[in-house]
């Protein structure tokens, strides 16, 4: 007959350990695996929307550089192969492209003056 006492702990801590995932989450433990599956998600959700957009691959390189080129890569592959076969058209985005720099309105900053 085994140990009566191994069990009780045993059924005590078969709980805690399957929850392991909710305490690394509430003490903030990095977990390497899950935040590498989202950059790959987010490159891919970029990569895609570039394409649908009618961006190039270049362009999006350019546009997102902290994304990774890879991921990316394969979110445009997979929408540009979706939209072939669906014979589906770019959607252009219909916001005004972003201006530049605004001016100050008092002219040069004071320091940026020469004496």
Known sequence: MRNPVA????????P?????????????IPNPAKEAALTEAEGQAI????RQ?????EDC????PEAQKAAIFTGWKTMNDYMMEHNL?????QLPPPS???ATPNGPHPAASTQ
Not at 7 to 14: G, K, M, P
Not at 16 to 28: K, M, N, P, T, V
Not at 61 to 64: F, K, M, S, V
């Open 7 to 14: 069990r009780l702990v045993l059924v005590i801590a078969l």
């Open 16 to 28: 805690l350990l399957c929850g392991c995932d909710r305490f690394a989450e509430l003490l903030d």
């Open 47 to 50: 990569g895609s929307a570039c």
């Open 53 to 57: 957009s009618g961006r190039s691959i």
């Open 61 to 64: 390189y350019t546009l997102n």
């Open 89 to 93: 058209k770019e959607v252009p985005s």
């Open 100 to 102: 530049a720099k605004p």
